[in-house]
């Protein structure tokens, strides 16, 4: 399928998400259909994929996915007092109070903001650099519509250090991909990055 396509799909696949999360009486229902949301927009992303699949994006995908999970493991459990912050159940079946589709959602952000780091023509330091800074962003949109959408919720003020926590993260596996040899190509992600973040200002503002 060609790229134009896919991006209008992409476009036409949140305006669609925007619209029912939109109206009141469509609410929970597109809520809960969260986790099949992500799986459809990293299918649309793998269609969009321009660069051939082999055992290090897998293994690398697979490290990014478990990282992942400790790192919210750790967030919930060790980084913050506890109840200060914990998940809502739009993610669905959790293990130890976390999640297991969190991990899906971290591998599809960190294939996204890789693949518009790597169309910069820059080394690959400022290219992981970048990809961390587009990931903390795309934390920044997302945190203003968590709790309204169930995925999260902060019982006290959202503190400076989730957004180094994401960043130093996003940092260590974006650097795991680049040592796995994992260069990821995809024009689909830059549009797919930018129809997010808006996707979220105007949930920001309507719901």
Not at 38 to 54: K, Y
Not at 87 to 95: T, Y
Not at 137 to 159: G, N, Q, R, S
């Amino acid at each position: 399928m060609k790229t134009k396509t896919l991006q209008w799909i992409v476009m036409g696949f949140f305006a669609l998400g925007f619209i029912g999360l939109a109206i009141p009486w469509t609410f929970p229902f597109f809520v809960v259909l969260t986790p099949l949301a992500v799986v459809v927009a990293l299918a649309m992303l793998i269609m969009g994929h321009e660069r051939p699949i082999d055992w290090r994006f897998f293994t690398a995908m697979g490290i990014v996915f478990a990282l992942s999970y400790v790192v919210e493991l750790l967030k919930v459990h060790v980084f913050f007092v506890k109840d200060v912050f914990f998940f809502g159940d739009s993610f669905g079946p959790v293990l130890l109070n976390i999640p297991l589709m969190i991990g899906l959602c971290w591998v599809a952000l960190l294939y996204i903001c890789a693949a518009v780091a790597e169309r910069l023509n820059t080394n690959a330091v400022v290219k992981v650099l970048a990809g961390s800074g587009l990931v903390v962003l795309f934390d920044i949109a997302l945190e203003l519509v968590a709790h309204k959408l169930d995925f999260w919720y902060w019982t006290w003020e959202l503190p400076i250090w989730n957004y180094v926590l994401w960043f130093v993260a996003a940092v260590i596996m974006l650097t795991i991909m680049k040592l796995f040899g994992v260069r990821i190509e995809n024009k689909l992600a830059t549009t797919m990055y930018v129809t997010l973040i808006i996707f979220l200002l105007f949930l920001h503002v309507i719901i």
